[in-house]
DNA sequence: AGGTTGACATA
DNA sequence: GTATGTCAACCTT
């Protein structure tokens, strides 16, 4: 090696588990082994070696090697036994492409280096330094901090995924030290993932700080007693010792006896033929594509590699693969499902070929596809804004993003938005800017913007064309506020719904900046750089232009990519039907409840305040005399001390964290056995909760302009299906306490209107029947009987006439468990009682009704082999830790799963019940309004004059929802009623 | 200022 | 035993 070559040193066992997690998962078709982390290392080792301009790298390597871990045992755990011990094993997919990756390196004829003994990095930091004595420059792919101690003026980073260059600057921006204090900042921090110790309690930042003002650790360490504060001061001194061990961890090796020297490191030309037939046998269809071109190969005549590694039986391995045999699974879906789907899914039967294809490609597309902000345009003119219109309606497709004041969309007033056209071509149109000088009433509109009138003209017939598909995130928002401004978005799509329909219970939010991570490798803007946090919070309105562009430019861009990548795995995976009807026509339906809102009696809240504040009070005072002392009432911790250790109270049990338990059960326990101050804590609990939560939060809500509460649904946040609602939640309104049903008298109806509360009766016990297939509860069901005292009645042999409460309590709960995933543990909690009686319960429940062990054991067993379950109209919920080894995490998953899938089917029914009620009560004649949704419950407002009408239109549209996807084989019964308030309807 | 924990409201 | 969201206290930066 000579002065000028240039080194490329792979950090492949660091890639390995970054693309392993970085990138959608991977089969291959033929056989369904796991290949996504080797098609990453591929396509960047092409790409490395191929051209440097295809990255930001800009240099030609000279010289190239792939360095990997040899095994986990390293000197380093002769140092510190404990070094890496909490690690865990990887995950079961990742396993078999250890050794393909390796296969890959030598495909590629490049040098795969490990040695016994010695992490990669100890390897890395050796050849660096060979390099950097015999005259060369070194660029090592990774990202990982460890080895950023190695950059120097010959010794720069690269991160592969990121296309990112870390040079000195970048380690000290990030880091806020140097490269050569790298050290020393990683002894104080320690790593947790290495388990390498550090000093607790010192972060990065305070470790930056004390290393600027000690100069380095022995400096730092020798005069700690100069440290001001005193937590740290002592914190260092007691770990000085852990801190030097840490730095002996964290030292890179860089004498390494290596066998290669660095003349066979030498980048040789890529030998075709070799690197296609290996590819070929991966089945990177336009990897190998891309390959042959460059090599000019002749792709027909290379016969695919036989690979020399063994590769596990991954044909019987998990079935998650985004490319994965859709059509070999819905062979194996059950009869019942199958049917259930094939009515509702029309695009079926184009499984394979040309749409998974498709899928593949896209996906791959996608992961390597730059992002380049500064392509972004402003647009600050009509004619331009014109132009950008013209395009969409040419491609037909555009994403749509909107820019406004505030995150509530019932306040927010727009202040630009982003049309994007196709990947990479995204404009911000700013409308509404503001300077942040000027005069009192907050600065000027910022010049050259826009009017909004004269968007609004050119936009809406753009957003209202039928033949222009809009595609956004989290559509709900963006419909309201351009709604609320007098417009209309239709048709669109909305790329959040998609990632829920297809991920669903993966790990992973299915916001726009996690989505962006996960399928294009983009790591977005955060909003908060924009409008900062805390007292600095502003609204978007005084971001400024060029910033707010390349902002939300790339929101539409990325939302636009998202769609190309998602799109088309619908159809792949059959879940077409649930995305259209299950999801989209909800965007709609939610959006105008939360635009209508409901009324709330804020005089009747005020006084509710009043008297909770009061009967607080009251109770604070006798608190501290029985007490004795005065204390934080609302601090579990200072309680638990108080009840347990300073008044030694019995029975106490301990939270996973060690304090005292504290929870309503054990204070009721111990209010049971006569002790005074437990009740009274119960007590004044109930009566803060139902104040801060409830009385005094509620009236914030109040939309200053309606005068009404909208609340916000979230129609991706569970995993089951259901919705979720927040600021404020109106889906935990108090009712089983008569001091809180007093809040629920609270949400009024409008003059002369009422308000109507339908709800489903035992909708989950229903789904079970039907789908377990149980004849007895069918029956009790069809007869409309009490269905706790039924299942009572066969369980005990006891008639249902005349029998004691407390045998049906038992009963009701054995009901519910069932449909939470049953466990005598939990049994036992419930009813406390005895663990062995809870199981013997348990076990004659499954002696009368054996089909619902049946079903529970085969759900269990499906979801174990498929990785998700399936609600009667095809919604997957994925649990991808159901066949973790840890038995605790297992059963929860089990529990979680079955439970899952009637949750989720009565999530299903209600949805399509919300989808079809507006048109019912429309072709009636109706002008009921529905305006909440409680899970099995819907509320409407309607003239007073119309509430016998209403009724029966709702009821028939709620109790027929699951047709005629399904027919059920239990009648779904609805209760409603009509009231004043919502106490009195429900 | 932001994140975590324990407690508790609902279906 | 399932699924959520909010609040107050407390801890860390």
Same mark, same amino acid.
């Given at each position: 090696m000579k002065k000028g070559d240039h080194l490329f040193l792979v950090d492949g066992s660091g890639y390995i588990f970054r693309a392993y997690h970085a990138l959608p998962p991977l089969n291959? *078709?033929?056989?369904? +082994?796991?290949t996504n982390a080797v098609l990453g290392f591929c396509n960047m080792v092409w790409k490395l070696m191929q051209d440097?301009?295809?990255? @930001?790298?800009g240099i030609t390597p000279t010289h190239f090697a792939v360095i990997f871990d $040899?095994?986990? *045992?390293?000197?380093r755990n002769e140092l510190y036994?404990? $070094? &890496?011990? @909490?690690r865990s094993a990887p995950p079961e997919d990742l396993i078999p492409q250890f050794g393909l990756i390796r296969e890959a390196t030598r495909a590629f004829d490049l040098p795969c280096i490990e040695m016994e003994g010695f992490e990669a990095d100890d390897l890395i930091a050796t050849y660096c330094r060979l390099a950097c004595e015999a005259g060369g420059d070194t660029t090592i792919i990774s990202s990982d901090k460890?080895?950023?101690? +190695? %950059?120097g003026p010959t010794v720069s980073m690269y991160d592969p995924m990121k296309d990112r260059q870390i040079g000195i600057p970048e380690v000290i921006e990030k880091w806020g030290v140097p490269p050569e204090k790298m050290i020393d900042l990683q002894s104080l921090t320690g790593d947790s993932v290495d388990n390498v110790? /550090? %000093? !607790?309690?010192?972060g990065p930042k305070t470790a930056a700080q004390l290393l600027e003002q000690f100069g380095d650790l022995d400096t730092l360490l020798a005069r700690?007693? =100069?440290? *001001?504060q005193e937590k740290r001061r002592q914190a260092i001194i007691d770990n000085a010792d852990k801190a030097r061990i840490s730095r002996d961890l964290v030292t890179l090796k860089n004498d390494v006896p290596v066998v290669?020297?660095?003349?066979?490191l030498v980048l040789q030309p890529p030998n075709g033929p070799r690197l296609i037939g290996f590819l070929k046998a991966m089945e990177f269809t336009t990897l190998t594509r891309r390959v042959a071109e460059a090599t000019d190969s #002749? %792709?027909?005549?290379i016969d695919a590699a036989a690979l020399t590694i063994e590769t596990g039986d991954?044909?019987?391995?998990?079935?998650?693969?985004?490319?994965?045999p859709a059509a070999a699974r819905a062979q194996t879906q059950p009869a019942v499902e199958q049917s259930a789907t094939a009515a509702m899914d029309?695009?079926? /039967? @184009?499984?394979e070929g040309t749409v998974s294809g498709l899928v593949a490609t896209r996906i791959q597309q996608a992961a390597v596809a730059k992002f380049d902000p500064t392509a972004y345009v402003c647009v600050r003119d009509v004619a331009t804004l014109q132009s950008w219109i013209a395009e969409a309606r040419e491609t037909g497709t555009v994403a749509f993003r909107a820019e406004t004041t505030s995150l509530d969309p019932m306040q927010a007033e727009l202040v630009g938005f982003s049309l994007a056209t196709r990947p990479g071509r995204a404009a911000y149109v700013p409308l509404a800017h503001r300077t942040? #000088?000027? #005069? +009192?009433?907050g600065g000027g509109m910022a010049p050259e913007q826009i009017s909004f009138e004269a968007a609004r003209d050119a936009l809406a017939p753009l957003l209202a064309d039928p033949s222009v598909l809009k595609i956004g995130h989290n559509v709900k928002y963006d419909w309201l506020v351009l709604r609320r401004h007098g417009l209309l978005m239709q048709p669109y799509d909305d790329a959040m719904l998609l990632s829920y329909v297809l991920?669903?219970?993966?790990?992973? /939010?299915?916001?726009i900046a996690s989505l962006a991570d996960k399928w294009l490798g983009r790591a977005m803007i955060p909003y908060k750089d924009l409008?900062?946090?805390? &007292? &600095?919070l502003v609204t978007f309105?005084?971001?400024e232009i060029d910033r707010a562009t390349s902002y939300s430019a790339e929101g539409a861009d990325v939302a636009f990519r998202l769609w190309q990548v998602l799109k088309p795995q619908l159809a792949a995976k059959r879940l077409a039907s649930v995305y259209e009807r299950? =999801?989209? !026509?909800l965007v709609e339906t939610l959006a105008k409840m939360e635009e209508r809102g409901i009324s709330v009696d804020r005089q009747m809240l005020s006084r509710l305040s009043g008297d909770f504040a009061q009967r607080a009070a009251a109770l604070e005072d006798e608190i501290y005399q029985v007490a004795g002392e005065r204390f934080t009432i609302g601090s579990p911790k200072q309680l638990g001390d108080i009840l347990?250790?300073?008044?030694?109270?019995?029975?106490g049990s301990k939270t996973k964290s060690g304090q005292w338990s504290t929870t309503a059960q054990v204070l009721e326990e111990l209010a049971a056995e006569g002790y005074e101050l437990p009740r009274k804590i119960v007590d004044w609990r109930q009566v803060t909760k139902l104040k801060s939560t409830y009385t005094d939060a509620l009236?914030? $809500?109040?939309?200053?302009?309606? &005068?009404r509460v909208h609340t916000s649904y979230a129609l991706a946040a569970t995993t089951t299906g259901r919705l979720s609602s927040s600021?404020?939640?109106?889906? @935990?309104?108090?009712?089983?306490t008569a001091e809180g049903r007093k809040i629920r008298t609270a949400f009024i109806a409008d003059k002369g209107n009422k308000l109507i509360s339908a709800d489903y009766s035992q909708i989950e016990l229903r789904v079970l029947a039907h789908v377990a297939d149980i004849p007895q509860l069918k029956q009790a069901f069809a007869n409309g009987d009490d269905i706790h005292a039924a299942t009572a009645s066969e369980m005990f042999?006891?008639? %249902? =006439?005349?029998?004691?409460r407390e045998i049906r309590n038992r009963a009701k709960a054995i009901n519910f468990g069932i449909i939470y995933g049953i466990s005598a543990f939990g049994l036992a909690n419930q009813l406390s009682i005895p663990r062995e009686e809870a199981s013997d319960y348990i076990k004659k429940y499954f002696e009368r009704f054996p089909g619902i062990r049946d079903y529970i054991e085969s759900t269990k067993a499906s979801a174990r082999e498929l990785g998700y379950v399936e609600t009667i109209f095809g919604r997957r919920i994925h $649990?991808? =830790?159901?066949?973790?080894?840890n038995p605790s995490i297992r059963a929860f998953n089990e529990r979680a799963s079955t439970n899952a899938r009637l949750q989720g089917t009565a999530a299903d029914i209600i949805r399509r019940a919300m989808i079809r009620v507006d048109k019912a009560l429309e072709d009636a004649g109706l002008s009921a309004r529905m305006l909440l949704q409680v899970h099995d419950e819907l509320i409407f407002e309607t003239a007073e004059s119309e509430v016998e009408a209403t009724i029966p239109v709702v009821r028939e549209v709620m109790e027929n929802a699951a047709m005629p996807a399904v027919a059920l084989s239990v009648p779904l019964q609805v209760d409603a009623r009509a009231a004043d308030n919502w106490d009195e309807a429900h």
């Open positions: 291959r *078709k033929s056989d369904g +082994l796991p440097a301009r295809n990255t @930001n790298v $040899y095994s986990s *045992k390293t000197f036994a404990e $070094y &890496k011990a @909490n460890d080895l950023m101690q +190695l %950059v110790p /550090g %000093v !607790p309690g010192i700690a007693g =100069e440290i *001001k290669e020297a660095l003349g066979d #002749d %792709v027909a005549t991954a044909a019987h391995g998990p079935d998650v693969g985004a490319g994965a029309s695009s079926r /039967g @184009n499984v942040a #000088d000027d #005069d +009192l009433l991920d669903g219970g993966t790990a992973g /939010g299915h916001d409008v900062g946090s805390g &007292k &600095k309105a005084f971001v299950l =999801e989209r !026509p347990f250790d300073r008044m030694k109270l019995p029975g009236p914030e $809500y109040v939309n200053p302009s309606t &005068k600021e404020p939640n109106l889906q @935990n309104i108090p009712i089983r042999n006891t008639p %249902v =006439e005349g029998m004691p $649990y991808p =830790e159901i066949r973790s080894s």
